[in-house]
């Protein structure tokens, strides 16, 4: 029977028992030293790889973000000068369609008021009414209803003062 050496420091010593056979020593054993630990320097190296790979990217994203942010405030810069641009040409196409603004320009172009009209019956063929030439106005007639002022005013946009130069 083999006593540990733990045991033989925590058993009390006893006296042999007379006609007992003496205690046999336990046997000891050569137990291989360890290997000796190895440089924490390779641990180390890829602790600062991956810190540095990780600061490299969140700089990298951060970078990316600013010039994202920088594009789209380019991009409504313009959005805004399309809707300003887009919103004067509507305001010319109101102004270029008054009656007013098509009558001066239809007699710029010569053309003139029709008479009376006149209709062609299909089921006999005729015509119903009398067809006469119309006569151009006088240049100088005066206008029954006064031409709308509200566009003649400066074509140039101030804006509220908040919008980008």
């Known amino acids: 029977m083999a006593i540990s050496s733990a045991a033989a420091r925590t058993a009390p010593v006893r006296a042999p028992r007379p006609g007992a056979r003496p205690a046999a020593r336990p046997r000891l054993a050569v137990v291989a030293r360890p290997a000796p630990r190895s440089s924490i320097m390779p641990f180390a190296l890829l602790c600062t790889a991956i810190v540095v790979l990780t600061l490299a990217s969140v700089l990298f994203l951060n970078i990316r973000m600013s010039d994202m942010s920088f594009q789209i405030t380019r991009l409504q810069g313009q959005s805004q000068d399309l809707r300003e641009a887009q919103q004067a ?22 053309m003139v008021p029709t008479g009376a009209p006149i209709y062609i019956d299909l089921s ?28 003649q005013q400066d074509q140039q946009y101030h804006g509220m003062g908040n919008e980008r130069d």
């Open 124 to 151: 006999t063929g005729t015509v119903l009414g009398e067809a006469s030439a119309a006569a151009p106005l006088p240049a100088a007639a005066p206008a029954a209803i006064p031409q709308a002022q509200i566009y």
């Open 89 to 110: 040409l509507q305001e010319r196409e109101d102004q270029l369609s008054t009656p007013q603004e098509l009558e001066a320009r239809a007699q710029a172009l010569g």
